[in-house]
């Protein structure tokens, strides 16, 4: 039967895309949309700036775009990959992808920041391979790999399997800096088989990771499904398989403001600055208390972050992840890129002590190079990301907690000093524009047996009272990135409108 009324709990990415949907494929069915600040988009946080400077005697203006949150989307990998690239599509929003091409810089020059201060080239191809400091860890690695033995634990840390499978060197150096990159986390607290599940089947189906790489790990029917979805989207399916990543003209903004703007026009009811404090059952509704008021509902769709509504139900695991809190610096400098660093993607930071890295810098991106700055005058842009494990104990791997700084003011002076330190030319340049951000607490920790917890959480959702009422969405549960957010939104929609019950949890159901 099609629910009445709907309410849909949190107004980021994950949220306004499930309200589009649901309003979009159950016209009858009342939509309300709850959001606890005053502003919806959550991390997604794109701003337009106006710059003006003098260079060389010239007047220089001009708009560019900074991006606070999550910027890039990839073209494949996960599940939502394929429905991310459908939303854009729905939302007449295909003209404003900006694509990375497989052959851009971003996609093959992106770098390690060695021990000794120097930007280290990651191998994009056998070639580069063979002039890597990597070679010789990734060759003995490499060569090896496929000849270790299986583990029999459950799931284990990012840090564990590598070390186990490539070697101290790779875990140090590559793994670390991967999950610092995704993660903003310590590989030593991260789950594989949640973070990096790819790898996990790589080694319980072909018993290695080069061997999954190199023959696959899945069935001829989810490659066939798989191709099924990608070509459902006509020639966008098959023009994706050339990108590495792609970009929105205007910054993701431009999406969380489209799913703005479609939500109210397609009459979904969106409450701003409306934290909810309280959900109790009446008879077989929901009732959902907020500061301001209190909303009667027949289904909740949360995608509230599973800490936000642990106070507010009786459910299992729901605080079990530690949240990271990560410092996003902007800064713009009024000089052409080239001038300053390698065309490229950026750099990220192994794990590393308070000598090589005193500012617990994780890496940093080179905004005019990553993507697509078509319009904009010729700036550096860069983003510093600081902090994450760095700011944290829990669970007490990172060995050096800083003290986390309570405005994001405070971020300024230790990025720029970094960024001085790599690249000596930016010492006697002042940047023209500075944003720093503190995101507290954005990006949840999946700790090893996240799976299980999941599986237990499904179970009590569809066994208690929330049985046929509750459905959890978002990155607290099944993957972090943008495509995971929507893909989850998407999935629980489509169990919805064909008038199925969803906790969104279904995938961990048979978790063993
Ligand atoms: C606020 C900081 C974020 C950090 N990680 C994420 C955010 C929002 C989430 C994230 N980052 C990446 C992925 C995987 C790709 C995906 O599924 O979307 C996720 C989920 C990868 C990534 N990391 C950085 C960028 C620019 C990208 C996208 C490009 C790519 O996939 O290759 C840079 C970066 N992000 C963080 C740090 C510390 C960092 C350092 C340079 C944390």
């Known amino acids: 039967m099609t629910p009445k009324h709907i309410t849909v709990l949190g107004g980021g990415l994950t949220g306004l895309t499930a309200a589009y949907r649901l ?27 106006p710059i003006q400077y003098t260079s060389d005697g010239k007047d220089i203006r001009g708009e560019i775009v900074l991006e606070g949150g999550p910027r890039s ?27 990375i091409p497989n052959s851009h810089p971003s996609a093959r020059n992106r770098f390690l920041l060695g021990p000794s201060g120097s930007l280290q080239a990651l191998p994009s ?11 010789r860890d990734l060759l003995f690695g490499g060569l090896t790999e496929p000849f270790r033995r299986r583990s029999l634990v459950l799931d284990e840390s990012v840090d564990a399997f590598f070390r186990r499978r490539l070697g101290p060197a790779i875990a140090d150096k590559l793994a670390s800096a991967m999950v610092h990159g995704i993660y903003a986390a310590d590989s030593r607290d991260v789950s594989l088989r949640s973070a990096f599940p790819i790898l996990h089947e790589a080694e319980r189906k072909r018993g290695s990771i080069v061997l999954g790489m190199l023959l696959g790990t899945k069935s001829p029917e989810e490659k066939r499904s798989e191709k099924e979805s990608w070509d459902e989207l006509g020639p966008l399916g098959k023009e994706r398989e050339g990108w590495s990543l792609y970009g929105l003209q205007g910054g993701l903004g431009t999406l969380t403001s489209r799913l703005a703007e479609r939500v109210r026009q397609l009459g979904v009811e969106v409450h701003l600055g409306n934290p909810v404090t309280a959900l109790s059952m009446k008879d077989t509704n929901i009732e959902v208390s907020t500061s301001e008021n209190t909303v009667l509902t027949s289904r909740l769709v949360s995608a509230l972050p599973p800490h936000r509504l642990a106070p507010l139900v009786t459910l299992p695991n729901l605080r079990s992840n530690p949240l990271t809190s990560v410092g996003v610096i902007n800064l713009v400098f009024p000089l052409p890129p080239a001038q300053v660093h390698p065309a490229g993607f950026g750099y990220l930071i192994p794990r590393s002590g308070p000598s090589q890295n005193p500012e617990g810098v994780l890496g940093v991106i080179f905004d005019s190079t990553a993507l697509d700055t078509e319009g904009e005058p010729p700036v550096c842009k860069l983003t510093v ?12 791997t990172s060995g050096r907690p ?18 001085r330190r790599v690249f000596p030319h930016l010492q006697d340049v002042e940047p023209v524009l500075i944003r720093p951000k503190l995101h507290i607490e954005c990006i949840p920790t999946y700790l090893p047996g996240h799976g299980g917890r999941l599986r237990e959480l499904h179970e009590a959702i569809s066994s208690g009272p929330w049985k046929h009422k509750l459905s959890l969405v978002g990155s607290g549960y099944g993957g972090i990135g943008v495509n995971d957010c929507v893909g989850s939104a998407e999935e629980v929609v489509d169990a919805l409108a064909q008038g199925h019950s969803a906790t969104g949890l279904e995938r961990w159901a048979d978790w063993s």
């Open 23 to 49: 309003a979009e494929r159950l016209p009858s069915t009342q939509v309300v949309l709850l959001e606890a600040t005053q502003r919806l988009g959550g991390w997604v946080d794109s701003h337009r700036y």
């Open 73 to 99: 989307i990839r073209p494949r990998g996960s599940r939502g990959a394929v429905k991310m690239l459908k939303l854009l599509q729905d939302l007449d929003l295909e003209g404003s992808i900006r694509p």
């Open 125 to 135: 191809s056998a070639l580069s391979l063979l002039r890597s400091p990597y070679l």
């Open 385 to 396: 990301m600081m902090g994450g494990p760095y700011w944290s104990s829990y669970p007490s």
């Open 402 to 419: 800083m003290e986390r700084p309570s405005n994001p003011t405070e971020l300024v002076s230790p990025a720029l000093q970094h960024l």
